[in-house]
């Protein structure tokens, strides 16, 4: 525990999970390398930036988190926060439910389209045909398609943290679907300095 901070002063603030300084604190605990700025911050929780600090000032001054230059840092005290799992609401007066929605309207029928006639008589059946294959999602990304050469242990080279970010948010969506170039893979983004980042294939 700091010095400067008593353990019964930490104990005493306990955010709550779905608050953004809740948020910010379980991720650091869960990422105690990680480094992020303002606009970092404000990018990966959909925040306003200017709301940042005043957000982590406590737990800055209980040493939970700490500045370094423009970044966020895990403080000494991180591990001794505990981010409580309840809803803020709970124990507030139940807000009456508002009235039930009105019934949509029926929607008007489709019209239907009218097909030209075909002689199905002349159909015929034919074998050896190869059926064409189903081309795969391509890469047009030059960012992305970079991704996909990736071997587990490559890393980009350094680009700006928010840009950095929002590469690695992307890829790692893309990585779900099967069929893209990306399926199976994951990166990771880790900062390299106040400024900038690089992404490494993790798997």
């Keep these: 525990m700091n010095p400067r901070v008593t353990a019964e002063e930490v104990a005493a603030y306990q955010p709550n999970s779905a608050t953004l300084a809740g948020k910010i604190i379980t991720y650091y605990q869960n990422n105690p390398d990680e480094a992020l700025g303002n606009d970092d911050i404000a990018i990966k929780w959909n925040?306003?930036?200017?709301?940042?600090?005043?957000?982590?000032?406590?737990?800055?001054?209980?040493?939970?988190?700490?500045?370094?230059?423009?970044?966020?840092?895990?403080?000494?005290?991180?591990d001794a926060c505990v981010v409580k799992a309840t809803s803020p609401f709970a124990g507030a007066a139940a807000a009456p439910l508002p009235p039930a929605p009105a019934p949509p309207a029926a929607a008007a029928p489709k019209k239907r389209i009218a097909l030209p006639p075909f002689d199905y008589a002349g159909l015929r059946r034919e074998s050896g045909v190869e059926m064409?294959?189903?081309?795969?999602?391509?890469?047009?990304?030059?960012?992305?398609?970079?991704?996909a050469s990736f071997a587990v242990g490559d890393c980009t080279s350094a680009l700006p943290r928010a840009h950095a970010h929002q590469l690695c948010v992307r890829a790692n969506e893309l990585a779900k679907r099967p069929?893209?170039?990306?399926?199976?893979?994951?990166?990771?983004?880790r900062a390299v300095n106040q400024e900038h980042a690089r992404l490494w294939r993790t798997q």
């Design 132 to 147: 064409p294959v189903r081309r795969m999602h391509s890469v047009s990304d030059p960012a992305i398609n970079l991704l």
């Design 47 to 78: 925040c306003a930036v200017i709301s940042v600090a005043p957000t982590l000032r406590e737990a800055c001054s209980l040493r939970i988190l700490q500045r370094s230059g423009k970044a966020y840092l895990a403080g000494p005290n991180l």
């Design 179 to 189: 069929e893209h170039a990306l399926a199976g893979k994951h990166f990771k983004c």
